[in-house]
């Protein structure tokens, strides 16, 4: 994973009003380094060139409104639209941003909390963990593949964090998905984010077989295993 930090006079009257969000960075396009803006053609952004424009949407880590500093956090695959742009991204490197997209309403009524996910839910579970209040009990299920994305989360007295190593041969979300699985009892309020067919086994788990209600989660895909990262 990589910390980006986008500055600039454009953030101003950005506003990140709560945990979890989202904004979304148009990259400039492979082997290039100078943003390209696309065109809307009713179905997708598109460059010149005909090609789909590289948009990725990722949890706003920290935003600076007095410096006018964006933290963004990129889980680096082998290769990638935003892979290819955090790894070479430096001062002066481009992009655009817009949002913020709709941000998480913590459940401040709720006794105990579950979050999981992967590597990319770290920056939105880092949130919630600052935001839920002090008394509530949490339990956190992270899934990484690499030991070195086992990252330093904010303190929080109530939580009880587990990191789970996914092996190379093992599915997405299988090692997490085991631990909610046999949880004989789920937490009152739920978050859950991470690869998309993985959030749907537990969505399906959650709802189907243990009859936790859907007001109570919130389940996120992330992103799908085997999609284009162009």
Do not use: C
């Not at 990259?27 to 290039?32: A, K, Q, S, V």
């Not at 599915?171 to 009892?185: H, K, M, R």
């Not at 959030?199 to 989660?217: N, T, Y």
């Amino acid at each position: 994973m990589r910390r980006i930090v986008l500055g600039g006079a454009e953030l101003s009257g950005l506003a990140i009003d709560g945990p979890a969000g989202s904004v979304r960075l148009l990259l400039p396009p492979p082997r290039e380094d100078a943003l390209v803006m696309p065109t809307w053609t009713g179905n997708q952004f598109e460059l010149p060139s005909g090609a789909r424009a590289p948009i990725r949407t990722f949890t706003p880590r920290h935003f600076d409104d007095r410096r006018l500093e964006l933290a963004i956090d990129v889980v680096l695959h082998d290769v990638g639209a935003a892979t290819d742009w955090a790894r070479s991204a430096g001062p002066g490197s481009e992009a655009a941003v817009s949002g913020p997209g709709r941000s998480y309403q913590v459940d401040s009524n709720a006794d105990d909390y579950l979050l999981a996910g992967d590597e990319t839910a770290i920056p939105a579970i880092s949130q919630l963990l600052e935001a839920i209040p002090r008394t509530t009990r949490i339990r956190v299920e992270i899934e990484i593949g690499d030991p070195a994305a086992r990252l330093e989360l904010p303190g929080h007295p109530g939580a009880t964090v587990n990191w789970h190593e996914r092996s190379s041969e093992a599915q997405f979300g299988s090692t997490y998905g085991a631990v909610i699985e046999a949880l004989p009892v789920i937490p009152a309020a739920v978050w859950i984010a991470g690869e998309a067919a993985a959030v749907q086994r537990i969505r399906k788990h959650l709802f189907d077989v243990r009859g936790v209600e859907r007001s109570a989660a919130t389940i996120r895909g992330y992103w799908k295993s085997g999609r284009s990262a162009t």
